[in-house]
């Protein structure tokens, strides 16, 4: 996991270059992955389709997954994240503009390791990824590779 990539699974446009714009005005150099369903998602982290050949023992470091997803949504990404040997210990951030308490805690119940609302403000929203990526990418230990 030396490159720390981030995987971005997104399909609000809006919210994706909102994302992008404020990952890169923290100055984290890392790589971006963004795929905009579930099921796009599940095929990167498991090298299949577009993303076969791509070496699974490589990250990412970190999954910001927003809920509300076409084909399958975020938490039925994260019960199949949960439930395989490779990808069970990745650690995967609920970033949704959900404030609703079930799916806070259903996304806790399926082992989501971090919630957070996406903040309307941009300067907010700045603050927030700067924090995420200082946490997740440079002081968060990541768990060792898993092969099954």
Request: net charge negative; proline share 5%.
């Amino acid at each position: 996991m030396d490159n720390k990539v981030i995987l971005l699974v997104e399909d609000n446009p809006d919210d994706e270059a909102l994302t992008l714009r404020a990952l890169k005005k923290t100055r984290l150099v890392n790589e971006v992955v963004v795929v905009r369903d579930g099921v796009e998602a599940w095929e990167y982290l498991t090298a299949r389709r577009a993303f076969a050949g791509r070496d699974v023992d490589t990250g990412p470091q970190v999954i910001l997954l927003d809920l509300k997803l076409p084909k399958l949504d975020g938490l039925g990404l994260l019960r199949l994240i949960r439930g395989d040997e490779r990808t069970k210990l990745l650690p995967v951030v609920i970033l949704t503009s959900s404030n609703e308490e079930n799916d806070r805690i259903e996304s806790y119940g399926l082992g989501a390791n971090s919630y957070v609302r996406k903040p309307v403000d941009f300067n907010q929203f700045v603050e927030a990824a700067a924090r995420l990526g200082l946490y997740w990418l440079v002081l968060n230990e990541p768990p060792p590779i898993r092969r099954a």
